[in-house]
């Protein structure tokens, strides 16, 4: 059974880090591109980021480059994204997911989902 956990979402202050982990269980970890997503309050899901299955290989938007990071730790299954100068406008779940096919952007291409991490910054 495929399943994704994250973990270290929290309320933190405008200015703050932040390092979100997702583990993965029940496949080849290794064999998988690996993206976060996040869902801000009243607004849709959007991309975050994506990991190939080299972690030399990373696409984001050019809005959130300089400030968030995506690497993965294969032996341990895990996916990461540090988040640096976070501000409310970061507030929002928080989701890793697997990706299958097409475009790393849409969240179609992804056939596996954790149930999301709760980040809050507070002003």
């Known amino acids: 059974q495929v399943r994704l956990v994250e973990s270290g979402g929290r309320v933190v202050q405008a200015g703050d880090s932040l390092r979100l982990s997702c583990e993965g269980s029940?496949?080849?970890?290794?064999?998988?591109?690996m993206g976060w997503f996040r869902q801000p309050p009243g607004k849709e899901r959007e991309f975050v980021a994506a990991?190939?299955?080299?972690?030399?290989?990373?696409s984001m938007p050019d809005s959130l480059k300089g400030r968030f990071t995506i690497f993965r730790d294969d032996a341990a299954n895990t996916v990461y994204l540090r988040m640096n100068n976070l501000t409310t406008e970061d507030t929002a779940i928080y989701y890793c997911?697997?990706?299958?096919?097409?475009?790393?952007?849409?969240?179609?291409?992804?056939?596996?989902w954790g149930q999301g991490t709760q980040v809050t910054v507070s002003s």
């Open positions: 990991i190939g299955e080299g972690p030399s290989w990373i």
């Open positions: 997911a697997r990706r299958n096919v097409g475009s790393n952007w849409s969240a179609t291409s992804y056939d596996a």
């Open positions: 029940g496949f080849v970890f290794s064999r998988y591109f």
